[in-house]
């Protein structure tokens, strides 16, 4: 049973919560914000999350239209295979449920690790969501009859929703019309514009199963990838027009601005974010005929008018349809879409021209969906364009083809020697694409985590959106990983992190949500002022590896890798006592002219081992005429600043979790 006591129902009966299956004892319930038209609930319970929903049913007279909809909607998507909402039982095996006071309720399993956005971030935001809307009229074109019931009755009928603004604009009931002449006068203007435009326009296109609410924020994407992954909201799929999809996504997702925007004038319409739309959405590969393909350019102002008036309608009637969280919030709304739809207008021709560039390089390109996916043929958005370019994986094959990128691409790039080392290690491959003369992608996995472990673009190919192709191709790789890092990637590492001197890449993990976690620091040791070698720092013997790689399983397990490569390569020093190893000094392990890792046995910390293992290694590499040394990924620093050591090189470490943040239906 719920405790109301504690609060964990917020409003919601016990009852209710009680007769679903959620899995382990509810601890927890507050409400989500997003959707204009239910009342959603998330409900933590020890076993999940979910999110509980209150139909509208001013909204939707027909409720139990509504459910059956969408009963049938998720069980055809997920015998598809295909991610969408999924439902929970009630105890009695029902799919919904109807409370004593008549209210009725149904429960979906919370999306872990997808995210929901209402307003756009990232280019790629606007592709991945019209992928999804073109991927969901895919799913849908074969589905069995019976036909979907008609949940709400003239939805997208223009001239219906002006005759709304007559009849309640007469009717004034709350006293506002006389505060909005001017929204009431530009909506019957803009909006007789468009129907217009539209009768004259395109004949009769063919009726489909679409979503008809098709914004941005009916898409939930992976937290990690930025993928999206599913639409959600399927309470308005019923037969309509792709013209309606498309619309909505235009309004919502070729904008940076609010629905809600107070200020109109920061409004946009942005052509570059269209073009990404219009890719995305023929991405997918959608059935659509010419006709359809004609009527896309109006379909932005189309639905972006379509809501004003829906707004000021809802405004007028005293703020009963849409929730508001503030006064005069419908008002803003209307205002933004009257906005929206006069710049729509002024690009119509633009637009028009968008879609069917966008219908026709997606037959001109002959790539795959799947192989998209893959990111065998990686896809990105570039100044609005789709760039793709082929990233087969490579061998050591190409290591000189790599060293040269790297050389033309960073400061202090790594020999053709060093990236055989750190990419090809038989105890630790990466996976590694290459093209040729653009840019090298390399990832490895430890357990659950995956690494880049290598990133890099030509400087003649940057600015044309190929970073992302890598970094997805990359996210792709690693599927599944509960976190992806860039760098810092024991035991062959090349960076310990990204230089922080590489500003594109730093922007690239950003504009995809990579958080910037850690800082390391190399440091610098010049070699000509060394105090005199206490020479206790000894070379092991030949026979001494399997000694040593016991003696790191028991103490260093993070070290043994690194330390048996340097015992494999002469780059490693012991100090040791009459019975055991007691402290080693690794160089050159990865890189020339690096030092690290150094270490004693753990009982010995603080005790002086490890100081005088540092200064005769130190000898050893001014012995072999180098004048200094980069101490790699520093812990405490003391220990080389009494040598004269300084603070060298800085390097971020960006991480991608697979995290969740709320979202909710509808
Ligand atoms: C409502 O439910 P939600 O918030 O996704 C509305 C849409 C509007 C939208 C405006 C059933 O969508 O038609 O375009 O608000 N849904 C219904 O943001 O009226
Ligand atoms: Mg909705």
Known sequence: ????????????????????????????????????????????????????????DRV??????????????????????????????????????????????????????????????????AFEAARAFADYLVALADFPAPPLAVTIEHF????????????????????????????????????????????????????????????????????????????????????????????????????????????EATVDFDRDLLDALASGYFAARPPVDASEI?????????????????FLVDHLAGDRYFTVTRSGQNLDRCRTQLRLTELMLESEVDSRACFVRAARSVRADPATAEDRRRGLHGRGVGGGRIVSIDLPVVGAESLDEIARLCARSMAHAPSADELGRALFAPDQPALVRCAPGIGVVAVVRARDDGYIRLLLLDPSHRGQGLGHVLLRA?????????????????PYFLFPGVPVVETALCCLLERHHYTREETNYNIDIELDHLPPDPGLAVVPGAGDRAEIAQWMT???????????????????????????????????????????PIASRPDLIGKGVSAPLLVGTLHRIRAMGRDRVEVLWVGPMVPYARLGGHVGRLFFVYRARRSSTPGGEA
């Open 156 to 263: 997208h009928d223009l001239p219906h929703r002006l005759d709304a603004l007559e009849a309640v604009s007469a009717a004034d009931p709350v006293g506002r019309r006389s505060g909005v002449s001017e929204e009431v006068d530009r909506a019957r203007r803009l909006a007789g514009d468009v129907a217009e435009q539209l009768r004259a326009g395109a004949g009769r296109p063919c009726v489909r199963i679409v979503h008809n609410d098709a914004k941005l924020s009916n898409v939930r994407f992976d937290a990690r990838t930025g993928r999206a992954a599913c639409v959600i909201d399927l309470d308005t799929t019923m037969p309509g027009h792709v013209a309606y999809d498309v619309g909505e996504l235009v309004r919502t997702a070729a904008t940076h601005s609010p629905e809600d925007a107070r200020d």
């Open 60 to 125: 939707f007279p027909d409720v139990d239209a509504v459910l059956s909809n969408g009963e049938r909607l998720v069980a055809y998507l997920r015998a598809k295979g295909r991610r969408g909402p999924e439902l929970v039982e009630t105890g009695d095996g029902a799919l919904s449920l109807r409370a004593p006071d008549g209210s009725r309720w149904r429960a979906f399993r919370f999306l872990e690790g997808a995210v929901g956005r209402s307003i756009l971030t990232d280019p790629d935001d």
């Open 1 to 56: 049973m719920v405790d109301m006591e504690r609060g964990v129902g917020w409003g919601v009966p016990a009852s209710v919560i009680d007769a679903f299956r959620f899995e382990g004892a509810p601890i927890g319930a507050e409400p989500l914000a997003g959707g204009h038209i239910h009342e959603n609930v998330l409900v933590r319970c020890t076993g999940g999350r979910y999110v509980l929903q209150r139909l509208n």
């Open 474 to 490: 990359a996210e792709d790789d690693l599927e599944g990983a509960s976190a992806i890092t860039v760098g810092a990637d024991p």
């Open 294 to 310: 004609e009527a896309m350019s109006l379909a932005g102002p189309h639905m972006a008018v379509e809501n004003a008036l829906r």
């Open 554 to 596: 028991r103490h260093w397990p993070n070290w043994r890798g690194e330390v048996l490569r340097a015992f494999d390569q002469g780059s490693l020093l012991l100090r040791r006592d009459d019975n055991d190893i007691t402290g080693f000094c690794a160089y050159d392990v990865n890189r020339a002219g690096t030092l690290g």
